[in-house]
């Protein structure tokens, strides 16, 4: 069925094309073919509907990507003009006659006086000429350079997302044809605006031939005197003019509309009338100021009132509107927060509970602009940006963020969740900006805060004094990147969590086409998935990447026989990873600096280790731990004041349960073994942990 009707289409449309081949032909002929003067007039009418029509349909249209025919109409319906203005030029001079339509407006424009009608003539050819087809032509000139200009930046911009995945590949083929469609367009109209520019000469002259030949001829074989050739050709000359000028006009004006607009999803009208009177304060000014024309002496009071009462009365429904369409918004944004406190369940899935999502941002009611879909960067647009960056960055798949608006929550408060549960709460003003300076010592005003990824003194402040600030040399970023910020530190802090045994199943079938090898040797026989997924959790805790999955699994397969233990396992797979931990750590020299820890003490927390279902912890006496804590604060602050970065190295014996001990009062600082530094890694000391005892 689906085939019959396409092949049925296709007939239509080679009809269409032998019709529209035979109708140019035909209006072409027209031309050198004598036509009888109701055949003209059939043409005439013909003509005049096509370009009321052309007219019409430009205000429908919301982008000139729907009308692409435009300039090839306008040619088509140039050679149209043309062909009748010499048909009725031939009746003219040869019959003294140009059939009703002509007549008609010639009577409509002269009336008793035809120079009137010669006068409105010559008024619509340089409206026409010099306002309507200048202004066109000079704007479709314009837009095509700036179309072809922007066409490379459009195509990056086209393959970016095409690549971060924001778009598919058929929709990216479509957005680059649209943009070459759309600057074929726009070149096209660069050229096609000539024709009319051009009719309308033609035009001119035309009128003039057959005022001055109609004279001349029907005055020298006796037809009319000369008073009356004059009268009576200048008459039809007019009304010929017109009849051709004014279709002409309406062609002019679509194409002024069509390459003047920009691309809405409306029409002309529907824009044009949301756009002016839409705002109540200024259909209120305008009302008061008729209402003031309305008292001055000599104006007609009461069509200026008139006027402004009619603009008062459009103020007060516009009004109306604006506070319907926020009644509306809020009970949507209720509405939408209810549904997301309850997932939707199947029927047939009715007996199961429903899912928590892994990440999720709640709002408040005052930043539910940042989510805003139709600014260039929102909230939705910078979550896609995080998640292929930390993607790229830790080597895991990230599940979607789920955005929702929480009218439990402040105005301007979030609050980030992971599977659920609240990780992380902040407050943010979606029309400020935060300034942020380490020493805490602002020089503006504003309102105190604290940067919430990474705990630092800052303020808010308007946007005023973000130049006053920037002077300053203080660091300034708007509500969605300190947003954005926060939630990336979040991911990071988190991503052992966010890595379940379903996501490590779908990692190792990503890489199985090129190593099946050690994934089935590993998996079942040497290690279960739950064991693998417990090593890999094991190095995101402590922030390692698994870009390289390879090097993790094959470590695995060859220990894997001497040791179930996921916590040495992970200590062999750190030690084969050595390099891409310790790049981490190292500063602009290529130097590690590092914390040691002092032979007695790594004795005794060597000797104190003791197995738990967390791993390993060493079993020590209070004050031991917080002389411990202590010591690691003083060297830790010491090289923070110097701007060094530095870990924690230990034997390797002992280096899980010093990270276990440590994890809870000093989570940013790493700790590695001596098996996990490369041979050719120069180590400076910056201080030892120590003890009394």
Same mark, same amino acid.
């Given at each position: 069925?689906q085939n019959?009707l396409v092949?049925?289409?296709?007939?239509?449309n080679?009809?269409?094309n032998?019709?529209m081949?035979?109708?140019?032909?035909?209006?072409?002929?027209?031309?050198?073919?004598?036509?009888?003067?109701?055949?003209?007039d059939f043409?005439?009418?013909?003509?005049?509907?096509l370009?009321?029509?052309i007219?019409?349909l430009s205000?429908?249209?919301?982008?000139?990507?729907? %009308?692409?025919?435009?300039?090839?109409?306008l040619?088509?319906?140039?050679?149209?003009?043309?062909?009748?203005?010499?048909?009725?030029?031939?009746?003219?001079?040869?019959e003294?006659?140009?059939?009703s339509?002509?007549?008609? %407006?010639?009577?409509?424009?002269?009336?008793?006086?035809?120079?009137?009608?010669?006068?409105?003539?010559i008024?619509?050819?340089?409206v026409?000429?010099?306002v309507?087809?200048?202004?066109?032509?000079?704007?479709?000139?314009?837009?095509?350079r700036?179309?072809l200009?922007?066409m490379?930046?459009k195509?990056?911009a086209?393959d970016?997302d095409?690549?971060?995945?924001?778009?598919?590949?058929?929709?990216a083929?479509?957005?680059?044809n649209?943009?070459?469609?759309?600057?074929?367009?726009?070149?096209?109209?660069?050229? &096609?605006?000539?024709?009319?520019?051009? $009719?309308?000469?033609?035009s001119?002259?035309?009128?003039?031939?057959?005022?001055?030949?109609?004279?001349?001829?029907?005055?020298?074989?006796?037809?009319?005197?000369?008073?009356?050739?004059?009268?009576?050709?200048?008459r039809?000359?007019?009304?010929?003019?017109l009849?051709?000028?004014?279709p002409?006009?309406?062609?002019?004006v &679509?194409?002024?509309?069509?390459?003047?607009?920009?691309a809405?999803?409306k029409?002309?009208?529907?824009t044009?009338?949301?756009?002016?009177?839409?705002?109540?304060?200024?259909?209120?000014?305008?009302?008061?100021?008729?209402g003031?024309?309305?008292?001055?002496?000599?104006?007609?009071?009461?069509?200026?009132?008139?006027? @402004?009462?009619?603009f008062?009365?459009a @103020?007060?429904?516009?009004?109306?509107?604006?506070?319907q369409?926020?009644? !509306?918004e809020?009970r949507?944004?209720l509405?939408?927060?209810?549904?997301?406190?309850?997932? #939707?369940?199947?029927?047939?899935?009715?007996?199961?509970?429903?899912?928590v999502d892994?990440?999720a941002?709640e709002?408040?009611?005052?930043?539910?602009?940042?989510?805003?879909?139709?600014?260039?960067?929102?909230l939705?647009?910078?979550?896609?940006s995080?998640?292929?960056q930390?993607?790229?960055?830790?080597?895991i798949?990230l599940?979607p963020?789920?955005?929702r608006?929480?009218?439990?929550?402040?105005?301007?408060t979030y609050?980030?969740?992971?599977k659920?549960?609240?990780v992380?709460r902040?407050?943010l003003?979606? $029309?400020?900006?935060?300034?942020?300076? *380490?020493?805490?010592?602002?020089e503006?005003?504003?309102?105190?805060?604290?940067?919430? &990824?990474?705990?630092?003194?800052?303020?808010?402040?308007d946007?005023?004094?973000r130049?006053?600030?920037?002077?300053? !040399?203080y660091?300034?970023?708007? &509500?969605?990147?300190?947003?954005i910020?926060h939630?990336?530190?979040?991911?990071n802090?988190?991503?052992?969590?966010?890595?379940?045994?379903?996501?490590?199943?779908?990692?190792? #079938?990503?890489?199985?086409?090129?190593?099946?090898?050690?994934? !089935?040797?590993?998996? *079942? !026989?040497?290690?279960?998935?739950?064991e693998?997924?417990k090593?890999i959790?094991?190095?995101?805790?402590e922030g390692i990447?698994?870009?390289d999955?390879?090097t993790i699994l094959?470590?695995?397969?060859d220990?894997?026989?001497l040791?179930k233990d996921?916590?040495?396992?992970t200590?062999?797979v750190?030690?084969?990873?050595?390099?891409t931990i310790?790049?981490q750590?190292?500063d602009?020299e290529?130097?590690?600096?590092v914390i040691t820890?002092?032979?007695?003490?790594?004795?005794m927390?060597?000797?104190?280790i003791?197995?738990?279902?967390? @791993?390993?912890?060493?079993?020590?006496?209070?004050?031991?731990?917080?002389?411990?804590f202590?010591?690691?604060?003083?060297?830790h602050?010491?090289?923070?004041?110097? @701007?060094?970065p530095?870990?924690?190295l230990?034997s390797?014996?002992?280096?899980?349960?010093?990270?276990n001990?440590i994890?809870?009062?000093? *989570?940013?600082?790493?700790?590695?073994?001596?098996? #996990?530094i *490369?041979?050719d890694v120069?180590? #400076?000391?910056?201080?030892?942990i120590?003890?009394?005892?």
């Open positions: 069925m019959v092949n049925n289409r296709q007939k239509i080679n009809y269409i032998i019709f081949a035979f109708f140019v032909v035909v209006t072409v002929a027209m031309m050198i073919i004598p036509l009888s003067p109701t055949l003209l043409f005439l009418i013909v003509n005049i509907a370009s009321i029509l007219m019409v205000f429908f249209t919301h982008s000139v990507l729907e %009308f692409t025919s435009f300039p090839t109409m040619l088509i319906t140039t050679i149209i003009r043309l062909a009748l203005n010499i048909s009725s030029t031939r009746l003219i001079l040869t003294g006659v140009a059939g339509v002509i007549e008609t %407006f010639a009577n409509l424009a002269t009336g008793n006086n035809y120079v009137v009608g010669a006068i409105i003539f008024i619509i050819v340089v026409q000429m010099v309507v087809t200048s202004g066109s032509s000079r704007v479709a000139e314009v837009s095509a700036f179309t200009d922007a490379p930046g195509q990056m086209i970016s095409l690549n971060a995945g924001l778009i598919t590949e058929p929709e083929k479509k957005k680059r649209d943009l070459q469609r759309e600057s074929n367009f726009y070149g096209a109209m660069d050229g &096609a605006s000539k024709f009319v520019k051009g $009719d309308s000469i033609a001119i002259v035309i009128t003039l031939i057959n005022l001055l030949g109609g004279m001349i001829i029907h005055s020298v074989q006796g037809n009319f005197t000369i008073i009356e050739a004059v009268e009576h050709f200048g039809l000359s007019i009304g010929s003019g009849v051709f000028q004014i002409s006009l309406m062609i002019s &679509a194409s002024g509309i069509l390459v003047t607009r920009t809405e999803e029409g002309l009208g529907e044009v009338s949301g756009e002016l009177f839409n705002t109540p304060q200024v259909l209120y000014i305008v009302a008061i100021m008729m003031l024309f309305a008292v001055v002496p000599g104006f007609p009071t009461f069509l200026f009132l008139l006027i @402004g009462i009619l008062g009365t @103020g007060y429904i516009a009004q109306q509107n604006t506070e369409i926020e009644k !509306d809020a949507k944004r509405m939408q927060a209810e549904q997301a406190a309850v997932q #939707e369940i199947e029927p047939e899935e009715s007996v199961f509970a429903f899912q892994q990440i941002i709002i408040g009611y005052g930043l539910i602009s940042l989510a805003d879909e139709n600014k260039d960067s929102n939705t647009d910078q979550i896609t995080i998640r292929n930390v993607s790229y960055e830790k080597g798949v599940p963020v789920r955005i608006d929480n009218l439990q929550l402040d105005a301007n609050s980030i969740k992971i659920g549960n609240e992380a902040g407050i003003y979606a $029309d400020k900006y935060m300034v942020i300076e *380490p020493g805490g010592m602002f503006i005003e504003g309102i105190p805060a604290t940067e919430p &990824a990474y705990g630092m003194d800052a303020l808010w402040i946007e005023a004094n130049e006053k600030a920037e002077l300053y !040399d660091t300034v970023v708007d &509500a969605l990147t300190v947003l910020t939630l990336k530190e979040v991911i802090q988190n991503a052992s969590e966010l890595l379940g045994r379903q996501e490590v199943k779908e990692l190792l #079938e990503g890489m199985k086409d090129k190593y099946n090898v050690v994934i !089935d040797e590993l998996i *079942p !026989d040497i290690l279960r998935l739950g693998v997924q090593v959790q094991n190095l995101l805790k990447p698994i870009n999955l390879v094959e470590t695995l397969a220990y894997g026989n040791t996921t916590e040495m396992l200590e062999y750190r030690q084969s990873l050595s390099r310790v790049s750590f190292l602009e290529g130097k590690l600096t820890v002092s032979p007695n003490l790594d004795e927390i060597g000797q104190s003791q197995k738990s279902s967390n @791993g390993s912890v060493p079993v020590l006496q209070s004050q031991v731990i917080t002389e411990i202590n010591s690691i604060n003083a060297q602050n010491q090289l923070v004041a110097v @701007g060094t530095h870990v924690i230990t390797p014996k002992i280096r899980p349960a010093m990270k001990l994890s809870f009062n000093f *989570p940013g600082i790493a700790v590695l073994s001596l098996n #996990e *490369p041979n120069d180590i #400076e000391t910056g201080g030892m120590e003890i009394t005892n």
